[in-house]
């Protein structure tokens, strides 16, 4: 078994003040990032009883890289975050579950503070290597392969799915792997890429092909997913002015008691002429539930087979640019089961200046209960960042 890491957080905390005092004629370096604060109001009703909760977050990230060479990169990228309010003192092991959450095989986390109001805690979700040359990219280390290529859901994303609820992580989760991809041409390209595991029933070892024909982006892959085998495939282009997405994934248990599993998600966007941006698409999920309810919707196990925690979904996304620095928008899933669950996603955003955003977001649920249609929690986010 490989040594886990967790001192590397501090060594990427003491590089910003050592990068910029070096000359700007000598940089061979980048350093971007942003400062976020987002406060969070919760209300339940009758789970199991009505509540209310505020929780504030305050999010900081560093992305750094460096070039060694023409070939050589490293990229290192640190996220910290402070937790305060309502659902950290009603969690006593709050920070024991903040640490557990996209961290890898190594252990490239720690948690800096933890008191029953507070838990501050620094994870390098971005830590990799990589050579580049000619026809020829490997890249070892913890990084994102994302071989998604559809809007909302991703059944191809095997190595680091991802939730859509999850908005405020724009970077979206890591793996710690080994990725070696060789570009056929200017729109096709061959990888295989492996997860870090200590055992092989842990481990994702796929490989994947794209090429285009017809005016369409496609892609095939397959491989072992911890402990099942996977066949997958996606595709992007147009239908006249309209683009057309859609991925699939077929997994297969490699122990008999296991059952097969398919995934399958379509989707359409349009910019219309007044600037309205429309996106319809469906997801089937053949592990998904019909009659779970909708609170589950933000705890649900999460994979490349289970994007969604419903056999059906179904959503419409719009956003509006109302002025230039004033834009709207709002995604709405619903699905055709038996308790109705709907999740409705309004979304404002207002540029205050250069490099600075204040956002609004609402998630809302509601499903089918045995005493009518409710809404048993609704969320209200405020968001301000700022970026430099």
Same mark, same amino acid.
């Given at each position: ?13 003491? +590089?910003?003040?050592?990068?910029? *005092? ?37 999010? &900081? ?15 290192? @990228? ?16 709050? /920070? ?10 190594? @252990?490239? *986390? ?14 390098? @979700? ?33 190595? &680091? ?15 710690? /792997? ?33 090429? &285009? ?99 059906? /979904? ?10 230039? +620095?004033?834009?709207?928008? /709002? ?11 709907l999740f409705i996603n309004p979304t404002i955003t207002y540029s205050i200046a250069n490099n600075w955003d204040i956002d609004m977001v609402g998630q809302i649920v509601m499903n089918d209960q045995q005493d009518g249609y409710k809404s048993p929690l609704q969320a209200i986010f405020l968001r301000l960042k700022w970026s430099f």
């Open positions: 078994m490989l040594p886990k890491l967790s001192i590397l957080p501090f060594i990427l905390l003491l +590089l910003p003040s050592f990068l910029l *005092s070096q000359n700007e004629e000598e940089k061979n370096w980048a350093l971007t990032g942003y400062l976020k604060n987002l406060q969070t109001w919760l209300f339940f009703n009758d789970f199991p009883q009505d509540a209310f909760l505020q929780d504030n977050l305050i999010h &900081n990230r560093l992305n750094f890289t460096y070039y060694a060479s023409e070939q050589w990169t490293i990229r290192a @990228d640190l996220r910290t975050r402070a937790f305060f309010g309502d659902l950290v003192r009603a969690q006593p092991n709050y /920070a024991d579950l903040i640490d557990n959450v996209n961290n890898d095989y190594f @252990d490239l *986390s720690v948690v800096l503070l933890d008191r029953p109001s507070w838990v501050v805690h620094s994870i390098l @979700d971005r830590l990799y290597l990589e050579y580049a040359k000619g026809d020829w990219e490997l890249r070892i280390g913890r990084q994102r392969v994302n071989w998604g290529i559809s809007t909302i859901w991703n059944p191809n994303d095997v190595f &680091n799915a991802f939730a859509f609820t999850d908005f405020d992580y724009e970077e979206r989760p890591g793996s710690d /792997a080994l990725r070696v991809r060789y570009f056929l041409d200017y729109a096709s390209s061959f990888e295989i890429a492996v997860k870090a595991a200590d055992r092989i029933d842990e481990t994702v070892i796929a490989a994947l092909w794209k090429f &285009n024909k017809g005016n369409y982006d496609f892609q095939i892959l397959t491989g072992l997913v911890q402990n099942e085998w996977v066949i997958g495939g996606g595709w992007a282009g147009n239908i006249k002015s309209a683009g057309f997405k859609g991925e699939w994934s077929y997994f297969v248990p490699l122990e008999e008691r296991g059952k097969n599993s398919f995934a399958l998600t379509v989707g359409l966007d349009y910019v219309f002429e007044n600037g309205i941006y429309g996106n319809i698409g469906y997801l089937y999920n053949s592990n998904g539930s019909t009659n779970a309810n909708i609170v589950g919707l933000f705890d649900f196990e999460l994979s490349a087979k289970n994007l969604y925690p419903y056999r059906h /979904a179904l959503v419409l996304q719009a956003s509006y640019p109302i002025t230039p +620095l004033l834009n709207g928008g /709002a995604a709405v899933i619903y699905s055709p089961v038996d308790v109705h669950p």
